[in-house]
């Protein structure tokens, strides 16, 4: 199954097997009427305003999320996050959590599926990442760093000589999960292996676009340069390409166990921690 995956789900099975590989389909067999009900529910208003706000921002170049468009994407959108932050109040609304509701709305084309799926992504394959705190997804991006350490350090050197954080380059990636960074076509096949493999994805497609740019990278002089070619090493072939990107991800970086990404994670989570 992994082979098949990491070749590319056909786009007219790829809802499907979203939802049976990250385990949303067993929970929405298992809790049957439950989105309808959180719908039905009283709303947070905080919650209502901050999802409103964000609403004309998703997505503003394509057609379907127009307020013109007939469905308009946007109630649906509206829909499945406020269903989502009264379902994980812990959570609530995260900005970049729009782009990845918008983007399984566009894939599944069904409402609540695409809750299900955003439940899968926020409530077990990303740890933390949409949290008030965001410590997952800080967390991840010093990860990333001690593995460009590992397998890019003159890189790493790079971006410790010129006190670039790693936040600064990298944390759109980890938000948004490629989307508006790589083309779709490449994202979709990234979020089929996501769905799929976890989390360490986001590290390989990040690794990938550091290792097989390093030259490029290290031409950099100055803080501002560095965080420029970051934005440049999302762009060109290399991602277009997205067959032969997708088996780089997956033989660039070496191999890169959950274990090696776990033991990272607890001590960066524990570094973080104590600079309070």
Known sequence: VKRYIRKGIPSEHRALIWMIVSGAQTNMEQNPGYYHRLLEEEKNDKLVEAIKTDMNRTFPDNVKFRKTADPCLQNTLYNVLVAYGHHNKAVGYCQGMNFIAG???LI???EEESFWLLDALIGRILPDYYSPAMLGLKTDQE????LVKMKVPAVAELMERHGVMWTLVVSRWFICLFIDILP???VLR???CLFYEGSKII???ALTLIKQHQAFILEATNFPDICDKFKQITKGTLVTECHSFMQKIFTDPGSLSMATINKLRETCRE???SQG
Do not use: A, H
Not at 143 to 146: C, Q, R, S, T
């Open 143 to 146: 990860v990333l760093g001690e």
């Open 108 to 110: 599944t084309k069904n």
């Open 184 to 186: 779709v076509e490449t």
């Open 103 to 105: 983007y399984l709305i």
């Open 203 to 205: 590290f390989r497609v």
């Open 271 to 273: 570094k973080l921690l």
């Open 190 to 192: 990234i979020w089929d």
